[in-house]
């Protein structure tokens, strides 16, 4: 596999984990909201929003998981080292 292989696969699992972890459904402190109200609360455009929900490969940019992390009141170290054990866990799935 190459690298730009490999990126393009880190960059879609790194999508749907983000989509399932805060966009799948919109909450704000546990309440379901609209994509609107979360993308106004989060301060994530609804344009990204989208492209997260759609959860195709995407070079999400540092600004938007710094924007999420804060909104969703997480340290953004603590959301790598769980996005880790999500790629681990789909890996050992697929060895299975």
Same mark, same amino acid.
Not at 56 to 61: A, F, K
Not at 80 to 96: D, G, V
């Given at each position: 596999?190459?690298?730009?292989?490999?990126?393009?696969?880190?960059?879609?699992?790194?999508?749907?984990?983000?989509?399932?972890?805060?966009?799948?459904?919109?909450?704000?402190?546990?309440?379901?909201? &609209? @994509?609107?109200?979360?993308? /106004?609360?989060? %301060? =994530?455009?609804?344009? #990204? *929003? &989208? @492209?997260?929900?759609?959860? /195709?490969?995407? %070079? =999400?940019?540092?600004? #938007? *998981?710094?924007?999420?992390?804060?909104? /969703?009141?997480?340290?953004?170290?603590?959301?790598? *080292?769980?996005?880790?054990?999500?790629?681990?866990?789909?890996?050992?799935?697929?060895?299975?």
């Amino acid at each position: 596999m190459t690298i730009k292989d490999e990126l393009e696969l880190y960059q879609y699992n790194l999508v749907q984990f983000l989509k399932n972890k805060f966009l799948s459904p919109y909450k704000i402190d546990g309440i379901e909201v &609209s @994509r609107d109200k979360y993308a /106004e609360e989060s %301060d =994530v455009s609804q344009g #990204t *929003i &989208s @492209r997260l929900r759609k959860g /195709e490969g995407y %070079d =999400v940019p540092t600004s #938007t *998981i710094f924007k999420l992390c804060k909104f /969703e009141n997480i340290k953004m170290v603590d959301l790598y *080292i769980e996005f880790e054990t999500y790629l681990q866990e789909k890996e050992t799935k697929a060895e299975e």
